[in-house]
């Protein structure tokens, strides 16, 4: 059972341009959530997303960012005209559906992808 | 307001000494406190707490929940260098229908030989 895959592993972007980040849930999980890490920073939340909804997006700037999860492929993360301040690695997690406290040994964590280092010039 | 408090932010110690990581919290719907360890990727699962009082343990790892004091402790013995890392800890909680994760900023933990 292959992890969290998110790709690419690095991306450039110059100043203006559209940063597009993917991130391929574990088999048989239909959360995803994405995370943005600045340098020196903790993980901070941006949104939480089921299969063609997105439930919660508190933590993302309201503009410029946008994020998708299809019935079909992978999550998205979308970050249009990218400015310097969006230099950060970005990760993604996935669980599985929700589990009831104390179901199925408790293993209920989120499990992250190798995360996307995104530059911007 | 929501929140997790880690600390202290940074540590430095030598092999062979023991550390404690503290994280406290403050949320309503509680679900569940977890601890990760992050190098230089993505964090990885150590534990998850949800009662109180019972420590969960892992090698030389072990960890506590207070679900009156509203804290968890993360205990490290015996650190090698290959401890060195950040710790994370979040809180899960309950809104609505839905759960949310809060994250703390980590402890910075170095082991040095």
């Known amino acids: 059972n292959a992890g969290v895959m998110q790709n690419p592993r690095h991306l450039v972007r110059r100043r203006g341009q559209e940063a597009r980040l993917r991130c391929s849930p574990m088999?048989?999980?239909?959360?995803v959530y994405w995370y943005r890490q600045l340098p020196e920073e903790g993980l901070k939340f941006m949104v939480y997303?089921?299969?063609?909804?997105?439930?919660?997006e508190s933590g993302m700037p309201k503009e410029r960012f946008s994020a998708e999860f299809p019935k079909e492929g992978p999550s998205i993360l979308r970050i249009q005209q990218v400015v310097r301040g969006d230099s950060a690695a970005y990760f993604c997690?996935?669980?599985?559906?929700?589990?009831?406290?104390?179901?199925?040994?408790?293993?209920?964590?989120?499990?992250f992808g190798p995360g996307t280092r995104l530059t911007v010039l | 307001e929501d929140k997790v408090v880690q600390s202290p932010l940074s540590l430095v110690v030598h092999e062979g000494d023991t550390v404690t990581l503290n994280c406290s919290y403050e949320?309503?719907?509680?679900?569940?406190l977890l601890w990760y360890k992050q190098e230089k990727k993505a964090p990885t699962f150590l534990f998850m707490l949800?009662?109180s009082g019972i420590e969960k343990k892992s090698g030389r790892l072990s960890s506590i929940l207070d679900k009156k004091e509203l804290f968890s402790i993360l205990n490290i013995t015996a650190t090698q260098t290959g401890d060195s890392a950040v710790y994370l800890c979040?809180?899960?909680?309950?809104?609505?229908?839905?759960?949310?994760?809060?994250w703390g900023l980590g402890t910075s933990l170095a082991v040095n030989p």
């Open positions: 088999k048989g999980h239909s959360h």
């Open positions: 997690a996935s669980s599985p559906p929700f589990l009831k406290l104390g179901e199925a040994g408790e293993r209920n964590e989120q499990f």
């Open positions: 997303l089921q299969k063609e909804n997105i439930i919660d």
């Open positions: 979040a809180v899960e909680y309950n809104a609505g229908n839905n759960r949310k994760l809060i």
């Open positions: 949320v309503t719907n509680f679900r569940s």
């Open positions: 949800t009662s």
